[in-house]
């Protein structure tokens, strides 16, 4: 099986005042086609800059240095043009974001975005077939009144509807690669539970390819095929999520497990916030496509 | 009943009130100030008798409550009074002068919309590079002169050294054009008139433009700062990530929510135009409400007084409910919501 996406050394600093400030220190990483993979850290470790390199976003910010290799569907992403990288954006890549009901804009309707979303891939689709093709993805989420949400603002539905909205526009105009950015985190948690089952779902039976960036473990626990674990910038250990959970062998994926809260015990133990045994050298459990 | 329906009709409930409440205002301050009217429309040589009868005539010797109660009876019968100045019915002479007037600010504002915005959007799409500081530099400047500054300096620059425009007046006097409706733009086309039309629009530019210029300046950093605050919201992202053009990014999904609050000051703005027309209209000789303004004031001319301040008002009101509307058409939460705004 041929990789999807293949990111190798990847390096990120931004330009400040004061020289360069690196924020990923060559990172690699793999998804096949079809795979789920999770990026997992903290705030600040480098998830999310990450994705926004794959979605080609960050190419465009002039303080962003960044050199290695993002190929995606055999085409290296960073010697693209900034046209070739939109193209990709919306039609074989797309996003899902933290907060639905503030990502999908307020001046506009449900549907009229809907719109906009599938003339990406396919400019000439009429009114008619935008809309018989909404109803269809939004049918796919469970949503079962899609003529209701369609003419809705996202202001009036609650966020889980809009999450639902978001998962059927991302995943309407058939992508290769779904990046999502700790989705739903800002819903409230059996909403999330329930959304990222349905989305879940949705991915097997399309045969999406997901990069899950999240810092909640149990939550990639029942999503992933495979985990990243990011610190500060580095991959520090990977592997199938079976292996990888049961026997988590770097300090760091050690203690960021030790710190899910769980109902029973004694609440939070105490995890170092830097350790010496976190710069320890990268640990795989093999299973890269 | 539709939100918008009930927001429309306590608009003109209020817009009534404040009518109402500017005229009581405006009829005691012009007979509170010093100076007999009478004496002064007819003239130092006429005799206590016929000053007197003037007097009598115009119910000046009524208690002010009572005067304002014919006044009262007088505009709801649609009759404003005679003007001392012209000696005609008032609303002859608002019907004469207004048309000149709301042309001059209506042209102005068009010029304000459709060039504040752009810049605005522009500025924001390219915030931090060239174009949005020339934009900011200009607007900077606009906004730092009133209108009739700018508009002594436009007629200099373009009508006297560089003589690309006429110097004053609405239209060349070769130019004999029936008024219908007062508004020359429309009278020179329902004439037929082509070349007449085109005279018409080259005298209207320089005072438009200068009226509009500081309307343009505020519009556009007014839009910038929404844009730039807009730019950082989640679902522009969200549009970036979906590959949209940077361009159509600027013009629909980042302009639209900011042009929202925007929008409440452009209509201060156009209704403002409406007194900055005042010295504008000086500058350039127009022909509208505002020479008429200047001459009934100095004169007393209590009538015709009160029936440019009322008219002006009204003007001002209406301009407010039309953008009070434009903001609930374009702003869904008020379209849709259910209580009263």
Request: hydrophobic share 50%.
């Amino acid at each position: 099986m041929s990789a999807l996406l293949s990111i190798s050394d990847l390096h990120l600093g931004f330009k400040g005042l004061s020289g360069i400030n690196n924020v990923l220190h060559g990172i690699s990483l793999n998804i096949a086609q079809g795979e789920r993979v999770a990026l997992v850290g903290e705030s600040g470790s480098g998830k999310s800059v990450t994705a926004r390199i794959v979605l080609g976003l960050l190419q465009e910010t002039r303080s962003a240095r960044i050199s290695g290799a993002v190929k995606f569907d055999g085409n290296d992403i960073s010697a693209m043009n900034p046209k070739a990288r939109a193209a990709l954006r919306g039609t074989d890549m797309s996003m899902i974001f933290q907060d639905p009901t503030s990502s999908l804009n307020p001046a506009f309707t449900i549907g009229r975005q809907f719109t906009e979303v599938l003339r990406r891939r396919d400019p000439s689709m009429g009114a008619d077939a935008c809309q018989e093709r909404a109803t269809k993805m939004l049918g796919e989420v469970s949503i079962l009144d899609p003529n209701r949400v369609l003419n809705a603002y996202a202001f009036q539905l609650s966020g889980g509807m809009n999450q639902r909205v978001m998962i059927a526009m991302a995943l309407a105009n058939r992508p290769k690669l779904l990046l999502a950015d700790e989705p739903g985190t800002a819903l409230d948690v059996s909403v999330q539970a329930q959304t990222l089952t349905l989305m879940r779902n949705l991915v097997a039976d399309h045969g999406t390819a997901v990069l899950f960036i999240s810092h909640n473990l149990g939550v990639v626990r029942e999503f992933a095929d495979r985990v990243y674990v990011i610190y500060r910038g580095n991959i520090v250990e990977d592997g199938p999520t079976q292996a990888l959970f049961s026997d988590p062998r770097h300090a760091y994926t050690r203690a960021l497990m030790s710190a899910v809260p769980r109902i029973t015990g004694a609440g939070l133990p105490e995890v170092p916030e830097v350790s010496e045994d976190f710069f320890a050298p990268q640990i795989s459990h093999g299973g890269v496509a | 009943m539709s939100p918008v329906l009930r927001l429309l009709l306590r608009r003109l409930g209020i817009s009534l009130i404040v009518l109402i409440g500017v005229s009581m205002l405006i009829f005691t301050i012009a007979r509170v100030i010093p100076g007999d009217p009478a004496r002064i429309a007819l003239g130092p040589n006429a005799t206590p008798e016929q000053v007197a009868n003037l007097r009598a005539e115009m119910h000046l010797d009524e208690p002010l409550v009572l005067q304002y109660g014919h006044f009262l009876a007088d505009v709801s019968r649609g009759d404003l009074g005679t003007s001392l100045y012209t000696n005609r019915p008032v609303t002859l002479d608002i019907a004469q002068f207004l048309p000149a007037t709301l042309e001059l600010v209506l042209i102005a504002g068009i010029i304000m919309v459709a060039l504040g915005l752009p810049l605005g959007i522009l500025a924001a799409r390219y915030r931090g590079r060239w174009p949005d500081h020339l934009i900011r530099i200009f607007s900077l400047l606009t906004v730092s002169a009133p209108s009739f500054v700018w508009a002594v300096i436009l007629m200099l620059l373009f009508a006297f050294y560089l003589p690309i425009f006429p110097i004053a007046g609405r239209i060349s006097d070769i130019y004999d054009i029936d008024r219908h409706t007062g508004f020359l733009l429309i009278d020179t086309l329902l004439a037929g008139n082509i070349a007449a039309f085109g005279d018409a629009i080259r005298h209207l530019i320089l005072p438009a433009v200068a009226l509009a210029l500081s309307g343009i300046g505020q519009a556009a950093r007014l839009t910038r700062a929404n844009m730039v605050e807009t730019y950082d919201k989640p679902y522009i992202e969200m549009a970036q990530a979906y590959g949209f053009f940077p361009s159509r990014i600027a013009r629909i999904y980042a302009f639209k929510p900011s042009l929202i609050p925007s929008l409440t000051i452009i209509g201060l703005d156009f209704a403002a135009m409406l007194g900055n027309a005042f010295l504008v209209e000086a500058v350039f000789a127009w022909p509208g409400l505002s020479r008429y303004g200047v001459a009934v004031i100095l004169r007393k001319d209590l009538n015709a007084i009160m029936g440019t301040v009322l008219i002006i008002a009204l003007t001002f009101l209406i301009v407010n409910v039309i953008v009070d509307l434009l903001i609930a058409f374009l702003n869904p939460r008020i379209r849709h919501s259910t209580r009263a705004t």
